[in-house]
């Protein structure tokens, strides 16, 4: 029979629990409601994330509290309801096409790949944007269409459902990076379901996912998978991942690769880097300049909108939205300058240069938030359990 002091624990470590998650979910809910507003929303939302995260960091422990893992039943439960009523209320978008360009590109350039004639940086069916016609074509790396192979075959169809497979690795890599291992069994299975369910609460993931369709969750979780195997000391493969995630998109395995610097570089991670980019030479040998065209310089010359805050910003100020993307990415680098690749260090500093990157970009759109978010969770959840808010166990 646990006495009060067990029962009080186990309510603040709930209390502590439910309002984080209730937390996470209402400014991520915050970024897309405010989508078309100003961009400052942008701003302000991240800036409140990263606040939390600072206040349970600030009283992290670590002492093992008091009915550690307690909770784990209630979060299993609050798991599976959370998975059923998200999967009951987008079953018919799980079949149905995307809505927006970057899902519908995927796919007929998955299918142009597959048919071994059709060049997708070339196909003017795909990534018809702006006035530029050369600039048309397939607007990401040649790796995205490795990820997204089996829809160039089955459709819409197998398109979400890879989506639906990497929302579920992606859930487990945050439950994996944000679990500290010295921590008793029950209390590490715990943290992993909470990190499962900060990543899937909000509705409007699932809405980008499965009804705008968009495809950014694939990069996301290369970008993990990254981080976990420098967690686990495999070098060589976690610098594979990365190399692949920036094959498949720029942004976000760019600031993921700038934290890779060292000033006596670990070679192994830079050889996988090498590895990983593989794709895009191949894609530069065998479709040229249409390659570039289309994934390069179509980003490159693309002007800002009014999701933007460099819509609201006289233009002569405009570079100092570029000098503190500079900056943020030196200041990071340098203090990791002399550090050992540590997995810790790399979510968080990841998620700070990913956020500068993410506000101060052309555009701000729904799928940007996949960016940042699940990294976001894994600090959520790992600084919810060490907080304490009770004292130590006796």
């Known amino acids: 029979m646990p006495d009060r002091r067990d029962i009080a624990a186990f309510a603040k470590r709930a209390l502590v629990l439910g309002f984080v998650a209730a937390a996470s979910t209402a400014l991520f809910q915050f970024w897309h409601a405010s989508l078309w507003g100003l961009p400052i929303t942008k701003v302000i939302s991240y800036a409140l994330f990263f606040l939390l995260i600072g206040l349970l960091a600030r009283r992290s422990t670590g002492a093992l509290q008091r009915q550690a893992g307690g909770e784990l039943p209630l979060l299993a439960t609050a798991l599976i309801g959370v998975l059923a009523f998200h999967l009951r209320e987008h079953r018919a978008s799980l079949l149905a096409p995307p809505r927006v360009d970057i899902g519908t590109d995927t796919i007929l350039a998955a299918r142009d790949f597959l048919s071994f004639r059709l060049n997708p940086y070339l196909d003017t069916r795909i990534g018809a944007i702006g006035q530029i016609h050369q600039q048309w074509g397939f607007h990401y790396g040649p790796a995205m269409l490795l990820g997204y192979l089996p829809a160039g075959i089955w459709g819409d169809v197998a398109y979400k459902l890879m989506t639906l497979i990497y929302l579920a690795l992606t859930a487990w890599l945050c439950g994996e990076l944000a679990v500290d291992k010295a921590r008793p069994r029950a209390e590490r299975a715990a943290c992993r379901l909470f990190a499962a369910l900060l990543l899937l609460l909000p509705s409007t993931l699932w809405s980008e996912l499965f009804i705008s369709g968009v495809c950014d969750l694939f990069p996301v979780f290369l970008m993990l998978l990254s981080i976990c195997l420098v967690e686990r000391k495999r070098l060589l493969l976690a610098g594979v991942a990365a190399g692949l995630s920036f094959s498949a998109k720029f942004i976000p395995a760019i600031a993921l690769l700038a934290l890779f610097i060292r000033w006596r570089p670990h070679w192994r991670a830079w050889c996988g880097v090498a590895i990983g980019f593989i794709p895009l030479l191949l894609a530069g040998v065998f479709w040229?300049?249409?390659?570039?065209?289309?994934?390069?310089?179509?980003?490159?010359?693309?002007?800002?909108?009014?999701?933007?805050?460099?819509?609201?910003?006289?233009?002569?100020?405009?570079?100092?939205?570029?000098?503190?993307?500079?900056?943020?990415?030196?200041?990071?680098?340098?203090?990791?300058?002399?550090?050992?690749?540590?997995?810790?260090?790399?979510?968080?500093?990841?998620?700070?240069?990913?956020?500068?990157?993410?506000?101060?970009?052309?555009?701000?759109?729904?799928?940007?938030?996949?960016?940042?978010?699940?990294?976001?969770?894994?600090?959520?959840?790992?600084?919810?359990?060490?907080?304490?808010?009770?004292?130590?166990?006796?």
């Open 288 to 394: 040229g300049r249409h390659f570039w065209l289309a994934a390069v310089a179509f980003h490159a010359s693309k002007p800002y909108d009014f999701s933007s805050l460099l819509w609201y910003i006289p233009v002569r100020y405009h570079v100092l939205f570029t000098g503190l993307q500079v900056a943020s990415a030196g200041i990071l680098i340098l203090l990791n300058l002399r550090r050992p690749l540590e997995s810790g260090r790399l979510v968080l500093h990841a998620a700070i240069l990913i956020a500068v990157l993410s506000v101060t970009f052309k555009e701000v759109h729904g799928n940007h938030s996949l960016w940042c978010f699940p990294l976001l969770v894994i600090l959520l959840a790992k600084y919810s359990y060490r907080f304490a808010p009770a004292q130590p166990a006796t």
